[in-house]
């Protein structure tokens, strides 16, 4: 049964980092992308960063290039996602997802149906 997991959210002052672990588990198939979703309270869910798992090639939302990075140990089926200088607007719950099989990376919009989805972690950053 494919299981992703999320760790590593917590609390974080203004200017901090966080770093966020996605467990993946139960796929028979390698995922070609990887991918970290945010939604805030009251507001839609938005794509913060995505890796092609074959060629490393990512893909950053406007609002965190340059602050956030996400990366892969596939030896151990983790992806990261190291959030740096974060803000007020980071606050949010974290999810990571894993497209289905035969779909491939294009960004950081994803169709709901085209992968599967973890429960998310929560992210809280303070002024």
């Known amino acids: 049964q494919v299981h992703l997991a999320e760790s590593g959210g917590g609390s974080v002052q203004t200017g901090g980092s966080l770093r966020l672990i996605c467990t993946a588990s139960?796929?028979?198939?390698?995922?070609?992308?990887v991918g970290w979703f945010r939604q805030a309270p009251g507001k839609g869910r938005e794509g913060v960063a995505s890796?092609?798992?074959?060629?490393?090639?990512?893909y950053y939302a406007e609002s965190v290039e340059g602050r956030f990075t996400i990366s892969e140990d596939r030896s151990k089926n983790e992806v990261y996602l190291e959030m740096s200088n974060v803000l007020p607007v980071d606050t949010a719950k974290y999810s990571c997802a894993a497209l289905r099989a035969d779909m491939y990376c294009t960004g950081v919009v994803w169709s709901p149906d085209h992968a599967y989805w973890g429960q998310g972690t929560q992210v809280t950053v303070s002024s």
């Open positions: 890796i092609d798992t074959s060629g490393d090639m990512t």
């Open positions: 139960g796929f028979s198939y390698k995922p070609n992308c």
